[in-house]
């Protein structure tokens, strides 16, 4: 559940309570303590060392995702009985299938600065916004898609549509929520791919390194990284690291073979200045 979390791009860990007297057990939901009372207590020092790596790396450097989904705050607000369903349907194709991505609320999509085909808010730099039911639109907001379009930038839209956008040539239009996972990995060489295509992936750029942390491959998988360098594995269980051969290497990326189980984590770290 940790590793879900995290994945997520939750990396603050704070535990539900420490009761300090037995009126916890009062509720259902809440034994009488979390912590030393419990017969799990002599095994936690060694979950929570874990999780002390965990959210210390992944809180470190720059989130890198090339996807960014639009939160239909204004077609709630503007059409009654509107249901953010239809955007989470998306997210929940991209994310098992390798596909990382931010939801971007309107008003930095609005204060976003076009840069050779790609959005960049702060830190981050999106080559691919996707719509979803987006039935109303801020004008600002709906220049800026059009702008971001306009400029090469791949604009997915699924579901009803704004007429504005239904219309603008510059925006590809898909059926379904598989289509938008289909088109984004058309749209260029992806961060994250798995042989089975089955995965989730979080990608941090920490100095020189690239960090992802991915999860439920399924053992002996191929893993494609849109990185090359020193491949290491760093395991946040032992806080050992050790170095892993890549299958293949090419000018997109690095392949590797997974060793792992589908039950946790791993840390794949690549090192872009290594010149062995």
Same mark, same amino acid.
């Given at each position: @559940?940790?590793?879900?979390h995290?994945?997520a791009?939750g990396?603050l860990l ?5 009761y300090?007297?037995?009126h916890?057990g009062?509720?259902?939901w809440?034994?009488?303590c ?10 936690m020092?060694?979950?929570l060392?874990?999780?002390?790596r ?9 989130? $890198?995702?090339?996807?960014? $989904?639009?939160y239909?705050?204004e +077609?709630? @607000?503007?059409?009654p009985?509107t249901?953010v369903r239809p955007?989470?349907?998306?997210t929940?194709?991209? *994310?098992?299938?390798g596909?990382?991505?931010?939801f971007?609320?309107?008003? *930095? !999509?609005q ?17 691919? &916004? $996707? &719509?979803?039911d ?5 004008a600002a ?5 059009? @702008? ?9 839209? +699924?579901?009803? !549509?704004?007429?504005? !956008? ?14 938008? !996972? ?6 260029g ?6 042989? *089975?295509?089955e995965g989730?992936?979080?990608?941090h750029?920490?100095a020189d390194?690239?960090v992802y ?5 399924p ?19 032992h806080?050992t690291?050790?170095e892993?051969?890549? &299958?293949? +290497?090419?000018d997109?990326? +690095? ?11 791993? &840390?794949?770290v690549?090192n *872009?200045d290594?010149?062995?």
């Open positions: @559940q940790l590793d879900h995290l994945i791009g990396n704070c535990m539900h309570g420490l300090y007297s037995t916890g009062w509720w259902e809440a034994p009488p979390f912590h030393f009372r419990m017969p799990y207590w002599p095994h020092k060694v979950w060392k874990r999780a002390e965990l959210c210390f790396v992944l809180s470190q450097g720059v989130h $890198v995702a090339d996807v960014a $989904v639009l239909p705050t +077609t709630m @607000q503007a059409v009985g249901s955007t989470f349907d998306v929940d194709v991209l *994310s098992p299938h596909c990382d991505y931010d971007i609320d309107f008003t *930095s !999509l204060r976003a600065d076009i840069v050779d085909g790609t959005l960049r808010v702060a830190d981050e730099c999106y080559r691919v &916004l $996707v &719509l979803a987006t039935r109303a639109l801020h907001t709906l220049d800026k898609i059009r @702008q971001f379009a306009a400029a090469g930038g791949c604009v997915i839209a +699924t579901g009803t !549509l704004m007429d504005e !956008l239904q219309q603008d040539e510059h925006i590809l239009k898909v059926a379904s929520a598989d289509a938008v !996972l289909d088109a984004i990995r058309a749209s060489t992806p961060d994250f791919l798995s042989g *089975s295509r989730r992936v979080l990608h750029r920490v390194q690239e942390m991915v999860m439920d491959v053992h002996g998988d191929s893993l494609f990284f849109r990185a090359h360098g020193k491949v290491e594995i760093w395991d946040a269980q806080g690291i050790s892993v051969a890549a &299958l293949c +290497t090419n997109e990326g +690095t392949w590797v073979r997974f060793d792992g189980n589908d039950e946790t984590s791993a &840390l794949y690549f *872009s290594y010149r062995g």
